[in-house]
């Protein structure tokens, strides 16, 4: 299936979800603050990549399809949107380490500092080519995972 | 941080962070494409561009070193997931939180194993 963007798709979504990512959002972002200034960075940095959205995407997704899912659809359509989003995101997850990787070594005072916007720029740069790019190669990777692990019943 | 006003910035920054990273999510097809937002570096862009000017490059470089070993549990996590979907039947709302645990888990071995010594 190919890429694209569909503003229709928007009406898919509720206003309820948006504002509970809104808040966990804010949320997760003031817990990680605390938790760098009373643990330090080393610690608070872990929570930066914490997996705070993912579950709550996942919920929302879940209830989406099975509210538009026919009855005899209900269940195997959400679990399949499940792994699918599941699977988006791992590839995100590369993108979120190369992220790091490359803001560790843009801001590390051992190595040559690089000016703080263009360390955040490299970054997010980073991030976009690897998941995105991870995400091009999910297809061989889910064919592999299909043939070692048996699908569930619906 | 301190005042409450501090904190009131973060939770606005982090929100809008987020939400805007997961509306850019719901607006593409297919849905594996769409999902690769979901691990977008919100809160860490979030969190760093508020502290990095107050405490310093050096702190936010310890701080996504130790990111990095949070994405690779983060990866973990998310093939967890999957696969607890696809070989136990489980829903995805349920997988999420039941996996949790291989995220905490990953991240104190990698803390353990590649943080704490340095």
Redesign the interface.
Known sequence: ?R?????R??R??RWQG?VV??????????A???I??TM????????????????I???T??RLQNREAGPAAR?AR??R?????????????????A???V??R????AGH?WP?RL??AA??VA?AVL??G??SV?RPLTHL?SRV?????? | ?TGAPE?LL??????????SF??L????????????????????????????GR?G???????????????????L???A???L?????V???T???KC?AV?AAA?VM??ATL?RVT
Not at chain 1, 23 to 30: D, H, N
Not at chain 2, 30 to 44: N, Q, R, W
């Open positions: 299936m890429v694209r963007a569909d503003l798709l928007l898919h979504t948006h990512r809104f808040v966990a959002g804010g949320l997760v972002t003031v990680t603050g605390l760098a200034k330090g960075p080393v610690i608070g940095g872990l929570f930066l990549a914490f997996p705070a959205i993912f579950p995407g996942l919920v997704t879940e269940g959400a679990r949107a499940g792994i699918c989003e599941a699977i988006g995101a791992a590839a995100g997850c590369l993108g979120l380490l992220f790091a990787l803001l560790w843009g801001l590390d005072a500092r703080v360390a955040f970054a997010s991030w998941a995105f991870g995400w999910r995972v692990l048996p699908r569930a019943s619906a | 941080m904190l973060r939770f606005l920054v982090g929100g809008a962070l987020v939400s997961s509306l999510g719901d607006l593409w097809k297919p849905k594996t494409f769409a999902g690769t937002f979901a691990a977008a570096p919100s809160v860490a862009l979030a969190t760093m561009s508020l502290t990095i405490e490059p050096s702190n936010a470089a310890l701080a996504a070193r130790s990111m990095a070993v949070g994405a690779l549990a983060f990866f996590y998310t093939n997931v999957a696969l979907i696809r070989r136990a039947g829903r995805p709302g997988a999420a939180w949790g995220w991240a990698g803390w943080l």
